[in-house]
């Protein structure tokens, strides 16, 4: 959680995952961790309600 005017820090949480998922990491450490992309299940029900960028 971030108080409400730390804009700039999330605005880098928000860039640094994006990141992340765009070059695989997420879903490798996911399925490293916990056998499975669970990413991957989540990320085109969020692109399709606007939640993903």
């Keep these: 959680m971030l108080a409400k005017g730390e804009t700039a820090l999330r605005d880098?949480?928000?860039g640094a995952i994006k990141a992340l998922?765009?070059?695989g990491t997420l879903?490798?450490?996911s399925k490293q961790?916990?056998?499975e992309d669970?990413?991957?299940q989540?990320?085109?029900q969020f692109e399709e309600q606007?939640?993903?960028q």
């Design 33 to 35: 961790y916990l056998g």
């Design 42 to 44: 989540y990320t085109a």
């Design 38 to 40: 669970v990413f991957a």
């Design 27 to 29: 879903g490798r450490l």
């Design 21 to 23: 998922r765009e070059d």
């Design 12 to 14: 880098d949480l928000d």
């Design 50 to 52: 606007g939640n993903v």
